[in-house]
């Protein structure tokens, strides 16, 4: 069962490996084969060096996060609240920061700073999500 | 460079009602506040020759030329980025006057942003590589990025809720003077604010804008035209754009300092030659109370982390505060026209003829949204 009742995240060209890699259940992260900077969400070329030669990197899905906010309003018609949204700063790079929602997580548990790791789940045949948990 | 600093002004204004509920099209409010401006300005139809609208247009600049038989036309443009966009549309204003494509150029803004009555299809575009990396996690509304940004500036510098509230009052309490303002009427304290219901913590309803249907528009000439026009000018000692260094919409790079209005007030404070206490009032974007400290601080009203005292402070009240913000009541309790309200107001200021008049207001700051792109403008009577 995803998380939100959500149309699923829609792959686009950059982000197609990225999805792939949720359903081989590994978090990916493109990286630049030049400098080595990580960069998220996927672009063509480097924002550090301006380099088109990148690479996808297995990453260990453990972070802190770094903010997050707890929706108690529905900003659609039928959105069930509350629900969180957390912003999950890796800990391969500093500022490496990916935007995700805690499960399995009471809302009064969620703060700044608190360890974080990245879990999957299968949606649909098409689809994984990835979600963060708190680290044990 | 080449300065452009009081080479330009602000000829006319024009608005229609701010309500909730217009029953008519956006084109319809576009042509009254349009047609208003104009003769504010003590000119004719055709005597413009540029327009400046927004993207995606709600009413394009086409229609409008159609709509009031101008055939004069040297110059059309569509500034991007909605709030962010509304005053680097005078840049472009003035860039259409400069390149001599234009005399008297018409910015505009028109939405019925309350009863979204709107043109059938209408969608703002998809968010520039966002690629599912937003919406999927419930990231559905601007409200949700700005509480982000909240939490985080929370947490960093001790901010509290009760001094986003700070920004609320204020705001209320200044459009409790203007009639057209949506709010006028109803009082806010910071109880009220502290008890309003919570939307994406930590922010609260009356955190968050007030949507409205209206428009607004100026006229912009040169100041040489202008001394020849009905109004007192008001001139643009500065105008510019920036743009931040955004990962993806709502999440700018921790790793640099800097953002799109700490860019911004470099290049108007430069283009002016002032400094942040030559301000007599200030007009900040207020789509989300959070984002007006942030501005304040970036801007440079005070150092960062400080925003949250400064705006407890009294500072940013009228009368007695010494740099009032937003003066009609903004778009927190006048009603979101996207910013150009505050153009409005900051020219009102300066010609005295606001409804919350700084005494001897001089000079005067426009700044709009942040979140990716912003702009904004320094002017002066």
Known sequence: MPYLPMPPPVPYVESYGFWEGCKRHELIIQRCKDCGTYRHPPIPVCPVCQSWNQHWHKVSGRGTVEAFTIVTRALFPGMLVPYNVVRVELEEQKGLLILGNLIDCHPDEISIDIPVEVTFEDVSPETTMFYFRKAA | MATMRDKYAIVGIGHTDYSLSSGRSELDLALEAIMAAIEDAGLGFNDIDGIVGDYPNRVDPMTIATALGMRNFGFFIETDFGGGGVPGGLLHAIAGIEAGRATSVVCYK?????????????????????????????????????????????????????????????????????????????????????????????????????EADGAAACVVASAERAKNLKQQPVYIMATAQACGPYLSRGTKDPTIEENETSYLAQQLFSMSGLVPSDLDVLQIYDDFTPFVLMAIEDLGFCSKGEGGPFVESGTIEWPDGKLPLNTSGGNLSEGCIEGFNHIVEAVKQLRGASTAQVKDAEIAMVCGANGVATSGLILRR
């Open chain 2, 110 to 210: 028109s939405l019925n942003g309350s009863s979204k009555l709107t043109l059938p299809g209408f969608a703002f575009a998809v968010e520039p590589h966002e690629h599912g990396f937003t919406r999927p996690f419930g990231l559905l509304a601007p409200v949700a990025y700005a509480a982000l940004s909240a939490r985080r500036h929370m947490h960093q510098y001790g901010t509290t809720s009760r001094q986003f509230g700070a920004i609320a009052v204020a705001c209320r309490k200044h459009a409790n003077r203007n009639p057209n303002a949506i709010m006028y009427g109803e009082p806010m304290t910071i109880g009220d604010h502290q008890n309003s219901k919570m939307i994406a913590d930590p922010l609260r309803l009356f955190d968050c804008y007030v």
